[in-house]
């Protein structure tokens, strides 16, 4: 929880917000500095606002092509190698699906997981646990949806809490049944820092991103508009998860997670 809040703090708008507080209080005690405050707020906060910016700033995640449908059925990946869809968030509020269900930004890289298994024919590996500790872990929320895509057999992983998790209890359990590589499914903004994840752990990474955000549509790239905003703060915080990963987490293979009790065997 602290660790979210944090994050929510770091990024717009909420950061903008603290800069004019913190200008606010500093207005009697020395007003250039505030002054620099507002300017700073008001114009990162357009800035990040506007749709040509959102873009630039996804063009840096977005770094792997994506994979035509051709080329994935030519593709001849062996069977060592296990199709890993990573979690991306619930819906607590789904009362018409029982309590909860996956994210809209989930279901994107289920459809596109599903499609890619269609074509490859090679078994799914869903890795998403309960982040806050209630409800059922997003592994097993991500398999309930892949049944409806007709996949019934699903591995799981269902004790990460976030994308090192992911790729280091991910890293265990395809080491105990056998895969040496992974054809990984995540959005194409979530992409680098997720391939980064895994690589760092040891494991061998294709990259399947779905859902590129990199594109504007023509006549609507310098008005400022909240979904631009959404997608700069999105983009900031991959970079700043990265950042995190690089200097507080442990680059090597792990040997046991230490709550990863999974039951790979039993599929959902």
Same mark, same amino acid.
């Given at each position: 929880?602290?660790? *979210?809040? $944090?994050?929510? /703090?770091?990024?717009?708008?909420?950061?903008?917000?603290?800069?004019?507080?913190?200008?606010?209080?500093?207005?009697?005690?020395?007003?250039?500095?505030?002054?620099?405050?507002?300017?700073?707020?008001?114009?990162?906060?357009?800035?990040?606002?506007?749709?040509?910016?959102?873009?630039?700033?996804?063009?840096?995640?977005?770094?792997?092509?994506? =994979?035509?449908?051709?080329?994935?059925?030519?593709?001849?990946?062996? @069977?060592?190698?296990?199709?890993? %869809? /990573?979690?991306?968030?619930?819906?607590?509020? +789904?009362?018409?699906?029982?309590? @909860? *269900?996956?994210?809209?930004?989930?279901?994107?890289?289920?459809?596109?997981?599903?499609?890619?298994?269609?074509?490859?024919?090679?078994?799914?590996? =869903?890795?998403?646990?309960? %982040?806050?500790?209630?409800?059922?872990?997003? $592994?097993?929320?991500?398999?309930?949806?892949?049944?409806?895509?007709?996949?019934?057999?699903?591995?799981?992983?269902?004790?990460?809490?976030? *994308?090192?998790?992911? $790729?280091?209890?991910?890293?265990?359990?395809?080491? #105990?049944?056998?895969?040496?590589?992974?054809?990984? %499914? *995540?959005?194409?903004?979530?992409?680098? #820092?997720?391939?980064?994840?895994?690589?760092?752990?040891?494991?061998? =990474?294709?990259?399947?991103?779905?859902?590129?955000?990199?594109?504007?549509?023509?006549?609507?790239?310098?008005?400022?508009? +909240?979904?631009?905003?959404?997608?700069?703060?999105?983009?900031?915080?991959?970079?700043?998860?990265?950042?995190?990963?690089?200097?507080?987490?442990? $680059?090597?293979?792990?040997?046991? +997670?230490?709550?990863?009790?999974?039951?790979?065997?039993?599929?959902?």
């Amino acid at each position: 929880m602290i660790r *979210t809040i $944090a994050t929510i /703090l770091m990024l717009p708008p909420a950061f903008q917000f603290l800069l004019v507080f913190l200008g606010l209080a500093l207005w009697r005690v020395y007003r250039p500095l505030a002054w620099l405050c507002f300017i700073t707020s008001f114009s990162s906060l357009f800035l990040l606002s506007v749709p040509a910016v959102s873009s630039e700033l996804y063009k840096t995640l977005e770094i792997y092509p994506a =994979v035509t449908p051709q080329e994935w059925g030519e593709a001849n990946h062996g @069977e060592d190698t296990v199709i890993v %869809v /990573l979690g991306g968030g619930r819906d607590e509020n +789904a009362y018409e699906y029982g309590g @909860e *269900t996956i994210h809209q930004d989930a279901l994107l890289r289920v459809r596109y997981g599903a499609k890619v298994a269609d074509l490859t024919g090679l078994p799914i590996l =869903v890795s998403g646990g309960s %982040v806050y500790g209630r409800g059922k872990p997003e $592994a097993e929320l991500l398999a309930d949806v892949f049944k409806e895509f007709g996949y019934d057999k699903v591995l799981m992983e269902r004790s990460s809490k976030n *994308t090192w998790e992911n $790729a280091k209890y991910t890293a265990d359990l395809i080491d #105990r049944l056998g895969f040496k590589r992974v054809i990984l %499914v *995540t959005q194409a903004w979530h992409m680098r #820092r997720s391939v980064y994840c895994f690589e760092e752990l040891g494991v061998e =990474v294709i990259p399947a991103p779905t859902k590129f955000l990199s594109s504007v549509p023509i006549g609507r790239e310098y008005v400022p508009v +909240a979904t631009a905003l959404r997608g700069s703060s999105a983009a900031i915080k991959e970079w700043l998860g990265m950042l995190v990963y690089s200097l507080f987490y442990e $680059a090597r293979p792990s040997l046991q +997670a230490e709550h990863a009790t999974d039951e790979a065997n039993n599929p959902a």
